[in-house]
Nanobody, 124 residues
Framework: VQLVESGGGLMQAGESLRLSCTFS????????MGWFRQTPGQERQFVAG????????YYADSVKGRFTISRDNAKNTLYLQMDNLKPEDTAVYYC??????????????????WGQGTQVTVSS
């Protein structure tokens, strides 16, 4: 599957930003999808996940109440709305997909494929 992120940028603390990710295969319309982020020298960290029908959403504690994951399966697109951004949100953000046939979220290890990433920088 090809995953292409967009929407990153340079922001001020407190501002909002929405990331988008298009996925190349219609098969993934009924698969769980997610977002990760990574800073230099650190492992990639889970940010959020969403079930195929958007009924279940999962968030890292660090972003709960500020970030919202959503999807539009008709457009093969995943979103991450980020509100009240903080400098510690600065990272490269990656869209994530599981192996085909993985429909449910069972932890960050659910995902095996990532896009090229989009940089989000938040200044104080």
């Amino acid at each position: 599957v090809q995953l292409v992120e967009s929407g990153g940028g340079l922001m001020q603390a407190g501002e909002s930003l929405r990331l988008s990710c298009t996925f190349s295969r219609r098969d993934y319309r009924d698969h769980v999808m997610g977002w990760f982020r990574q800073t230099p020298g650190q492992e990639r960290q889970f940010v959020a996940g969403i079930s195929w029908n958007s009924e279940s959403k999962y968030y890292a504690d660090s972003v709960k109440g500020r970030f919202t994951i959503s999807r539009d399966n008709a457009k093969n697109t995943l979103y991450l709305q980020m509100d009240n951004l903080k400098p510690e949100d600065t990272a490269v953000y990656y869209c994530a997909a599981p192996q085909l046939g993985t429909y449910y979220y069972y932890g960050p290890q659910t995902f095996q494929f990532w896009g090229q990433g989009t940089q989000v920088t938040v200044s104080s």
